[in-house]
């Protein structure tokens, strides 16, 4: 028999923001954003749970609670009109229908007015001939329903994992253009364009094209023998930490198929129900001799109402199902094995319904809750009634304009992330410096390269101290400022230089002295005032001669000759004696420097000049680490480099990020530039970066442990599996919490094994953590590769093609050729 919705539909309209059924229920809906899943600790999923118990306790009698979750699955679309950058397009088109689920989550809260028929299988409004509405409806009624509604939120709210936000009219009525919540359940709308379909209840639920399952947890027979907050999740779990999962989150995010959960808590008159349990349990005493059955129910009965009334819990009565659905019908036997899998890793009898699927199915209709078939629920308590709820959710992306791509750790649908801004906007942190620690191998390359490529892209002048090439790659495809020494091509610097907008104040000619007193004096020899006015009147009048003299070019063979042949002039006239300033032994010292002497390529650079300005700058000190007088003599200017940007760039971010070149730094006495980075960047818009490999190294050096880690608000860990047995003194380093250690250590653990990527642990200011996927297109990989024989075919294919950007894209043309 057919029949037009409209003459079976329980709802009567929307008025007041809430849905109206013909029976006289009210119904207020709300949206809810959940805690991202992967995020929550042991001790973070009970306290969750207890607020769950205590806003469902704050509800009226005769309220049903109603949480529907939606898992649709969805294809992540590119948008290429707002990627300019090659790498950026690139990525787009690598994720470009992205397979993942996307999650909604609505609460929906019924009160059914007093003296209303229960429903079940035989009487429901979907099968009733007629619907009688109720004929008045008490305004104090209403108004105690809003008020405990009022309440639940705010116990939700307060808690700190959960958001409400309450439905309007609006949202929940449809419109030609976009279904309204009711239509939408009907339907089995996505957000796009309301379509209605045809619904079929012959022995299936079929909607339009759609053909449905349902499966129930309806029995107490059928349910797990324990229940909580939580359970582990072996894949990421390892000797030393259990990872924690939500109780039913394989059925929820898990479940990798297009899915609703709904989950129902009827509270009803407890004092009812216990008199009702009583009658029932004395039928059953009766009734013991007869058979065991009645023995046992009948002790499980008494047990109940024991635990009822001793520790004075809540009845209640519960019911939780799975609608699946798929267009492609041979596809059911497929589901029914993923729903029936997922039921069974929580001790679960899975449970297909056919004969009540479609009074099951009705009542799970937004506004329409209060006609579930009740014979279909079983009896419980809110505590463990509320085991059942899904408290996850996917990853979200930062709202923040600002910021980085990741992978959402499930699925690997790229997510926005801010880790220097939002933080520090929200006072999780106080600071955007971080410290990165990985073992070789473990992708901190990669991580590193594509986060500083994203800031690069947004307008950040970076400046990068590498030792091992790193970033030759990246730096050559945004045409950047790479320095590093070979013998026929040795590092060249001009501090000397002024460059365009740039001025010489008391920071610059601070940087000078400094580095000419680096140059003239050992590390165990001091320097006393008269040499320090002495050089200060050098430069003054260097500076002066300079500005007279157009013809004059910057650097130090001019400084050096002026020195030489009129600064010396200047000493005799005004009888410096050789005690207070020896410029004999000077010019002797720094002879080395000048035209003709050893090292003249280093200080005299007429190349390279505007580094004020150059937004990409990556020093590699691989060949001069360890060499006595130039490594020093570099690390001063690569400082002098950056304190100028920090000091002269307004409203400019920048970012320094020093590879393991950190630790030749400290060991030559620049410890104190690391520390006064560390400790004074906030303040100029920028941040430092620390990148290590050796857990040895973080233990071991007072600069790192009291400068660093003590000033980054920023933890970025990758895979620590080789270091698990010994994490213990990380951990205290670092001040990681135990969430923290699990997150860390559940790296790697289960990745997918037809995709290639490495996965990343950032921590934010030790209370916001979460374990992301570093997955980066072909374009993105064959820029940041460090494989020596990768880099060599990428620098071939980039001389072939006269560019970076050309180059890297005909050579994954090819590849991608070759893998089909």
Request: hydrophobic share 40%; with cysteine; net charge negative.
């Amino acid at each position: 028999m057919i029949k037009e919705l409209d003459n079976v539909l329980p709802i009567l309209g929307i008025e007041q923001d809430c849905i109206l059924s013909r029976q006289g229920d009210i119904t207020i809906a709300y949206k809810v954003t959940l805690p991202e899943l992967f995020t929550l600790s042991n001790d973070e999923y009970e306290a969750f749970h207890q607020a769950w118990i205590k806003a469902i306790k704050v509800l009226p009698k005769h309220t049903v609670f109603h949480k529907q979750d939606w898992f649709i699955e969805s294809k992540y679309e590119a948008d290429f009109e707002r990627q300019t950058s090659f790498l950026s397009r690139s990525s787009e088109r690598f994720f470009n229908e992205r397979p993942y689920l996307e999650h909604q989550c609505y609460i929906m809260l019924t009160k059914k007015p007093a003296g209303r028929k229960l429903s079940n299988s035989l009487l429901s409004t979907l099968i009733r001939k007629s619907i009688v509405p109720v004929q008045s409806i008490n305004a104090l009624f209403i108004q105690e329903f809003f008020d405990s509604a009022g309440q639940f939120e705010q116990i939700l709210t307060d808690s700190g994992f959960v958001s409400l936000r309450r439905l309007r009219n609006e949202d929940l009525a449809s419109t030609p253009a976009r279904a309204g919540l009711p239509e939408r359940y009907c339907f089995l709308q996505d957000r796009a364009q309301a379509v209605i379909k045809d619904i079929e209840l012959h022995g299936s639920i079929t909607i339009g094209d759609q053909h449905c399952q349902l499966f129930t947890l309806a029995d107490v027979n059928d349910l797990p023998p324990l229940c909580g907050s939580r359970i582990n999740y072996d894949k990421y779990s390892t000797d030393k930490t259990k990872f924690s999962i939500g109780f039913t989150s394989v059925l929820d995010q898990l479940l990798s198929c297009n899915h609703i959960y709904n989950q129902y808590i009827f509270i009803d008159d407890a004092a009812k129900t216990l008199k009702q349990l009583e009658s029932k349990r004395l039928r059953l005493q009766s009734l013991s001799a007869y058979s065991r059955e009645n023995t046992i129910a009948r002790d499980a009965v008494n047990d109940y109402l024991n635990e009822a009334i001793a520790e004075q819990r809540q009845p209640v009565k519960a019911h939780f199902n799975v609608l699946v659905w798929t267009a492609e019908k041979e596809r059911l036997k497929e589901l029914k094995n993923r729903v029936s899998s997922a039921l069974a890793q929580i001790d679960a009898t899975p449970k297909q319904e056919t004969a009540g699927a479609a009074q099951i199915w009705w009542a799970g209709m937004p506004g329409n809750e209060a006609d579930f078939p009740m014979n279909d629920t079983f009896d419980t308590f809110i505590e463990q009634a509320t085991c059942f709820l899904n408290l996850e959710t996917a990853y979200r992306s930062s709202l923040s304009p600002f910021g980085i791509r990741l992978g959402d750790r499930l699925t690997g649908k790229p997510v926005h992330v801010d880790i220097s801004d939002e933080p520090v906007l929200k006072g999780i942190c106080t600071n955007r410096n971080k410290f990165i620690l990985g073992p070789s191998g473990s992708g901190k390359s990669f991580f590193t390269n594509h986060m500083v490529r994203s800031y690069y892209e947004q307008g950040t002048h970076v400046v990068l101290v590498d030792v091992g090439h790193s970033y030759k790659g990246l730096c050559d495809l945004v045409n950047g400022y790479y320095f590093t020494y070979s013998e026929t091509n040795p590092i060249r610097f001009n501090p000397f230089y002024i460059g365009e907008g740039d001025v010489l104040d008391t920071e610059k000619k601070e940087s000078i002295k400094t580095l000419l007193l680096a140059l003239w004096k050992k590390d165990t020899e001091t320097y006393n005032r008269s040499e320090y006015v002495a050089l200060s009147n050098a430069l003054q009048l260097y500076y002066e001669q300079l500005s007279k003299h157009s013809f004059l070019f910057p650097c130090f063979n001019s400084f050096y000759e002026f020195v030489r042949d009129e600064f010396t002039l200047v000493l005799s006239n005004d009888k410096v004696k050789e005690k207070d300033f020896d410029i004999h032994n000077f010019l002797y010292v720094l002879r080395p420097y000048y035209i003709g002497g050893e090292f003249d390529y280093l200080l005299n650079a007429e190349e390279n000049l505007d580094l004020l300005q150059q937004r990409f700058i990556v020093f590699e000190l691989d060949n001069i680490k360890d060499h006595p007088i130039l490594f020093p003599v570099v690390t001063i200017i690569i400082m002098e480099v950056f304190i100028s940007k920090m000091r002269k760039l307004k409203g400019i971010r920048k970012m320094i990020l020093i590879e393991e070149a950190w630790k030749a730094i400290a060991k030559e006495g620049m410890a104190e530039y690391i520390k006064y980075l560390f400790k004074t960047v906030r303040k100029f818009y920028g941040e430092a970066v620390v990148v290590t490999q050796e857990v040895e190294d973080i233990i071991s050096s007072p600069v790192v442990k009291q400068a660093i880690i003590n000033n980054s608000d920023c933890k970025i860990l990758l895979d620590q599996s080789k270091y698990q047995n010994k994490f213990d003194q990380v951990q205290e380093l670092l001040g990681l919490t135990d969430k923290e250690k699990m997150l860390v250590l559940s790296i790697n653990k289960a990745n997918d094994p037809a995709r290639k990527y490495k996965e990343v642990f950032i921590s934010l200011g030790g209370t916001l953590s979460r374990v992301y996927r570093t997955e980066v297109s072909p374009e993105e990989y064959l820029a940041y590769t460090t494989e020596e024989k990768e880099k060599v075919k990428v620098q071939a294919y980039a001389r072939k093609r006269g560019s970076m950007e050309k180059g890297i894209a005909l050579l994954a043309s090819e590849q991608h050729e070759i893998s089909k």
